[in-house]
């Protein structure tokens, strides 16, 4: 279907009366296939954030999207990708509502997918863990369960929220009872200038009472999740060295250090047998809890056996008693270690790429500095560059550690009592219960809030729409239709309340 026909199908949506309480269950089904559709033309565009001229590709389309609801769309060009801007406000309105979502997306192998491109959105009977096969094109549907799923680079993260986003705008006929403004970001993956330089040259037009960002996995039971923080994070280079190069095994084999044991001695050093990090005052920021965090922590219906079994998952880490209670702790894991050659030769130096995830309360430098004191303690002397031969022969045990320490990205965290959050919460507890929706203190994973709140002084609170096991980040990521309906919902429940 080409986009002069969703053009013409969104064209011949009905508006709502005015002050008239929607009926966005309906609408959605009614109206599934040109949503679908004008889904699927978004997906159908590379957007890897190195790619500026698909990205620019992508932010055009959006401006148009935003324009055709009434929001008066904006491109704004920054010393990065560019940023897409909407507005609508309300004549009467109490406070206004910043919603921030982000359009790019992670680099794709596309070996590693099951389908030939993944910017070529492929409909599925159900998930591919499942086996479900491939549907014909949206185009030969009038109806889609909500089991089905569609398949394509950033199906869930992120181009989902923007079109139930900009699908409730529909479904409550552009009304809200507040004023609303959107920015759709085109570099939130692997960080870019754009956000600092929209802040400011636009302060003025992002105004707001409360930033609400539609990012991440909804919590495993199917629940529309709030999250009232992030953890931010730091990274440290951690390399090793034992001579000036590496050395045949037989020939100097219990004479000459292994660089990969001595690497994952120090590791193991770092990390007790109970999973709890072991590098002295790692957790002393955050512990103990409030009780009110353990009461919201406690709240959250995790169900452990369940998600082990789905995960093949035979025993968990044990730095934490439960997943809640670990979220909300620091982390520290390896992403990479490296070390050795071809060739039957002891390694002379090895590398580890050591990653924390922060809470609010963690200083990066802070932290950095005491996994720094932790290798000087396990009688390493730390060095910022490469050592030269007389620095090696001066030292028995020598490790040179980089860091991000100095420009990592920053956690944040938001009062529930907040009044602005506390209105985005009402809502949702309107529209679905107490026990409907999941509260989470604190998502796992890191998001930009940091230039709003440092900026504009703004409360944060997110949401997350999409299925937990969508895959994002990686190869066959994918949205189940039966959360793109629900959060169409969840979204209008917001602007509507």
């Known amino acids: 279907m080409t986009h002069l026909r969703t053009v013409l199908l969104l064209l011949l949506l009905p508006p709502r009366a005015f002050g008239q309480t929607a009926d966005v269950a309906g609408y959605v089904r009614s109206h599934q296939p040109a949503i679908l559709q004008e889904y699927a033309n978004l997906l159908a565009i590379p957007n890897h954030r190195a790619d500026l001229p698909n990205i620019r590709r992508n932010a055009a389309l959006l401006e148009q999207m935003i324009d055709r609801r009434g929001m008066n769309g904006e491109i704004w060009e920054t010393p990065g990708a560019p940023l897409v801007y909407g507005e609508k406000l309300v004549p009467g309105a109490t406070r206004t509502l910043l919603f921030y979502i982000h359009y790019d997306g992670q680099p794709v192998d596309k070996r590693q997918w099951a389908q030939p491109d993944p910017f070529t959105p492929v409909l599925r009977s159900g998930s591919l863990d499942e086996q479900a096969p491939?549907?014909?094109?949206?185009?030969?549907?009038?109806?889609?369960?909500?089991?089905?799923?569609?398949?394509?680079?950033?199906?869930?993260?992120?181009?989902?929220?923007?079109?139930?986003?900009?699908?409730?705008?529909?479904?409550?006929?552009?009304?809200?009872?507040?004023?609303?403004?959107?920015?759709?970001?085109?570099?939130?993956?692997?960080?870019?200038?754009?956000?600092?330089?929209?802040?400011?040259?636009?302060?003025?037009?992002?105004?707001?009472?409360?930033?609400?960002?539609?990012?991440?996995?909804?919590?495993?039971?199917?629940?529309?999740?709030?999250?009232?923080?992030?953890?931010?994070?730091?990274r440290l280079e951690l390399t090793v060295y034992t001579a000036r190069s590496a050395m045949h095994s037989g020939n100097y084999g219990n004479w000459l250090p292994d660089a990969n044991v001595r690497l994952a001695q120090l590791l193991a050093s770092m990390v007790n047998p109970t999973g709890k990090v072991a590098i002295d005052g790692f957790y002393d920021d955050v512990l103990p809890f409030p009780e009110a965090a353990v009461a919201m922590m406690k709240q959250v219906p995790d169900e452990t056996p369940a998600m082990m079994m789905r995960f093949g998952l035979g025993s968990t880490d044990g730095a934490a008693s439960y997943m809640q209670e670990g979220l909300n702790l620091p982390t520290f894991s390896i992403h990479q270690m490296s070390g050795g050659e071809v060739g039957g030769v002891i390694a002379a130096r090895a590398t580890a790429e050591i990653a924390m995830r922060l809470v609010k309360e963690n200083s990066p430098r802070a932290m950095v500095d005491r996994v720094v004191a932790h290798i000087e303690k396990q009688g390493y002397v730390v060095v910022d560059a490469d050592p030269d031969v007389a620095t090696l022969a001066a030292h028995a045990r020598i490790a040179k550690v980089t860091s991000n320490a100095g420009a990592a990205s920053g956690a944040w965290r938001t009062d529930p009592d907040n009044p602005s959050a506390k209105y985005v919460t009402d809502?949702?507890?309107?529209?679905?219960?107490?026990?409907?929706?999941?509260?989470?203190?604190?998502?796992?994973?890191?998001?930009?809030?940091?230039?709003?709140?440092?900026?504009?002084?703004?409360?944060?609170?997110?949401?997350?729409?999409?299925?937990?096991?969508?895959?994002?980040?990686?190869?066959?990521?994918?949205?189940?239709?039966?959360?793109?309906?629900?959060?169409?919902?969840t979204v209008a429940a917001i602007l509507d309340y």
């Open 427 to 489: 809502a949702l507890m309107a529209k679905y219960g107490t026990d409907g929706i999941v509260r989470l203190r604190t998502l796992g994973g890191g998001l930009p809030a940091t230039p709003f709140i440092n900026g504009l002084q703004l409360p944060v609170v997110g949401i997350s729409l999409v299925n937990f096991d969508n895959n994002q980040h990686t190869d066959n990521e994918n949205l189940r239709l039966g959360h793109l309906w629900k959060g169409i919902e």
């Open 134 to 234: 491939e549907l014909a094109d949206i185009a030969a549907h009038t109806t889609f369960p909500d089991d089905w799923r569609v398949y394509a680079r950033s199906a869930s993260d992120d181009k989902a929220p923007i079109v139930m986003f900009l699908s409730a705008m529909d479904a409550i006929g552009g009304t809200p009872t507040q004023n609303i403004k959107l920015i759709l970001h085109g570099e939130e993956e692997g960080g870019g200038p754009s956000l600092d330089d929209a802040i400011e040259h636009h302060a003025d037009k992002l105004k707001a009472d409360l930033l609400v960002i539609l990012d991440g996995p909804q919590h495993a039971s199917g629940r529309p999740t709030i999250f009232y923080g992030a953890r931010g994070g730091a």
